[in-house]
């Protein structure tokens, strides 16, 4: 049985582990703008998921290291691996890179769906699957355990629906603002043509030195979700993998 003190340890570990996890958006401040988020910046900045995906790699480069320390030295580590069948080893690798796949979607998936939605749906659809698959795996699906825990799921569903629709009334407002925005610059370049007399000097989408942009890119709703759940999908597969390294943790 697992004593209070472990479960306290745990619990502080996985604060400071939120902590140190949340801390590469400060690049994103627009009061620090370590790296990305200052609209006034002469530079060109990062894009969200390329920062994310940088600091994602940044992160294996770091913890590698860190994790062969902990796992007792180069030595115990090739040795752990002498003794693991190269099929576990195999499979734990595939999928860590799919996860790592995963991994570098959720950045995207924040970039084109937001940071509220596209956490809110790719972390709902990790919690679904990630909680399912080990009750399949277990045999325990069909208890009275996994019956409380699959009406959980069914309300984590619900609230996925919501989000996703959310999501699409939200890109109809922004359509909608798009278009009018579009209409009333236009409208207005039109109109300084008119009384400039100069219609002739129009070209390369420039009136009397005015930017007149009317392409604005927009990710349908469909992609955003679709970018979202393959998120959710490659970044539980991470649960295969400690499945599949079982007889590495046992050494």
């Known amino acids: 049985m697992t004593n209070p003190g472990s479960i306290v340890g745990g619990l502080v ?4 582990a939120g902590i140190c996890n949340g801390s590469w958006n400060a690049s994103f401040s627009p009061v620090v703008n370590l790296a990305v988020g200052n609209p006034q910046a002469q530079q060109k ?3 969200y998921h390329h920062a994310f995906a940088l600091f994602q790699i940044y992160a294996t480069i770091i913890n590698i290291p860190i994790c062969i320390y902990w796992a007792g030295g180069v030595e115990r580590v090739t040795a752990i691996l002498a003794e693991t069948s190269p099929l576990s080893i195999i499979l734990v690798v595939l999928f860590s890179i799919v996860w790592g796949v995963g991994t ?3 950045g995207l998936a924040c970039k084109i769906a937001g940071v509220g939605l596209g956490t ?3 972390m709902g659809i990790i919690a679904v699957i990630g909680t399912l698959l080990p009750l399949i795996v277990d045999g325990t699906l069909i208890t009275i355990a996994g019956a409380v825990i699959c009406v959980g799921l069914v309300i984590c569903c619900g609230g996925l629906w919501l989000s996703t629709k959310a999501l699409a009334l939200r890109d109809e407002d922004e359509s909608t603002a798009v278009a009018t925005i579009t209409t009333t610059t236009v409208a207005v370049a039109v109109e300084d043509i008119t009384d400039s007399g100069d219609g002739d000097e129009i070209g390369g989408g420039v009136v009397e030195g005015k930017n007149v942009d009317t392409t604005t890119t927009l990710y349908p709703t469909w992609k955003k979700v679709g970018i979202c759940i393959a998120t959710g999908i490659c ?4 649960q295969f993998a400690f499945i599949f390294g079982k007889e590495i943790t046992d050494l």
């Open 104 to 106: 570098l979607l959720f």
């Open 13 to 16: 570990l996985i604060f400071i």
């Open 120 to 122: 809110n749906l790719s």
């Open 235 to 238: 970044a539980v597969q991470l």
């Open 45 to 47: 900045d990062l894009h």
